[in-house]
């Protein structure tokens, strides 16, 4: 998956490993810090990989909590749904309900952004996975806003 090993250039294996002791104390101040101080992108894949670890396939599911924490009636709360949605369907997809979840996320992202062609991409993800938990006919509405935004898009095509 792409950025989980980006995170390096943000902070070492040793500052991974404090953050990752803090979340086991449900000390959620470090990560606080660093979401204050870094970019969002940057901070997206310090938490996947938090979430996830690739090497050796531990999950922390705290993560999803932590995110929920996030949320709070903000403008751009949609980037936090967004990323929760690439989180659960796509890292954590393994764990039963996680895609759901992603969906869920997917589609509040798209409540406050709801002609955004990346978001929409995402939300039609979900009918394309073997699982199928987004309906053809909700697909097909998400492929004409998204033909509307982004007329060239093969996502939206697929679906009409």
Request: hydrophobic residues 40%.
């Amino acid at each position: 998956m792409e950025g989980v090993t980006s995170f390096s250039k943000v902070i070492n294996e040793m500052e991974l490993n404090n953050l990752e002791t803090s979340l086991k104390d449900l000390n959620l101040n470090p990560l606080d810090s660093l979401f204050n101080s870094i970019d969002f992108d940057e901070f997206e894949h310090v938490l996947y990989r938090l979430a996830y670890n690739p090497e050796n396939g531990d999950v922390n599911f705290f993560i999803y909590t932590y995110m929920l924490r996030l949320l709070g009636g903000k403008e751009d709360d949609w980037r936090i749904h967004l990323s929760i949605s690439r989180l659960m369907g796509g890292i954590l997809n393994h764990i039963d309900g996680c895609e759901l979840i992603g969906l869920y996320h997917a589609k509040e992202a798209g409540k406050l952004k709801p002609m955004d062609s990346d978001i929409l991409e995402i939300i039609l993800y979900y009918n394309h996975i073997p699982e199928k938990i987004l309906s053809d006919e909700e697909a097909m509405v998400y492929s004409q806003k998204l033909l509307m935004v982004k007329p060239d898009s093969d996502i939206a095509r697929r679906d009409i």
